[in-house]
């Protein structure tokens, strides 16, 4: 199966528990190219949910990024992390975790916070695909740094399309492990037939 440079992100919610997490993520690794998964919430949250997934995911060579907690990705030896739009704290963290760890920021849909982030050094910007403006397009088109595109549904074709480097499918699919294998299943054929 030949794909595209586009991949898929998995974002686990605080409000999974760590048994569905690891069954979910179990399910979506056998549908599709996961490249990475990062947990969300509070640290409990997000120590809970790394209980579940973080064998998983490291055993199949898939990045494991904490949100917003440089001291917990150290504690746990994930991959690296993702935080808020800062660039102070952006420098903080690849002074904590080092330069071989991933420090990426979420950007929302902010065009200056995503070109001040990358000029910054993070690896990735994570973009919101909504809201009106074609951002994904235009960030493609003029950087290198990749992108982490979260969708909201029926957004995927045209993300693709546009060039995102990396796709968040959305949160439903962790209602279930049959819905975690058939969203990531549908997004890995439509990035699949982009590249055809």
Not at 19 to 35: I, K, M, Q, S, Y
Not at 59 to 74: P, Y
Not at 127 to 138: Q, Y
Not at 158 to 177: E, K, R
Request: negative net charge; aromatic residues 4%; charged residues 20%.
């Amino acid at each position: 199966m030949t794909l595209s440079k586009c991949r898929l992100f998995l974002v686990v919610p605080s409000s999974l528990a760590a048994r569905a997490a690891r069954v979910c993520l179990e399910e979506a690794l056998t549908a599709g190219d996961v490249a990475a998964v990062k947990v969300t919430g509070s640290a409990p949250d997000q120590e809970r949910l790394l209980d579940g997934v973080l064998a998983i995911a490291q055993s199949a060579g898939i990045a494991v990024l904490t949100e917003d907690d440089v001291d917990l990705a150290l504690k746990r030896m994930t991959d690296g992390v993702e935080i808020g739009a800062d660039v102070s704290r952006l420098a903080a963290a690849r002074s904590m975790l080092g330069e071989s760890a991933i420090v990426a920021a979420r950007c929302g849909t902010s065009r200056h916070e995503a070109m001040e982030m990358a000029e910054a050094g993070a690896d990735y910007v994570a973009l919101d695909a909504g809201g009106g403006e074609n951002l994904v397009a235009w960030w493609a088109e003029l950087f290198e740094v990749p992108c982490v595109v979260v969708l909201a549904p029926g957004e995927a074709r045209q993300a693709i399309a546009d060039g995102a480097d990396f796709l968040v499918p959305p949160a439903n699919m962790w209602a279930s492990p049959e819905k975690a294998r058939s969203e990531v299943a549908e997004l890995t054929a439509m990035i699949t037939e982009a590249g055809a």
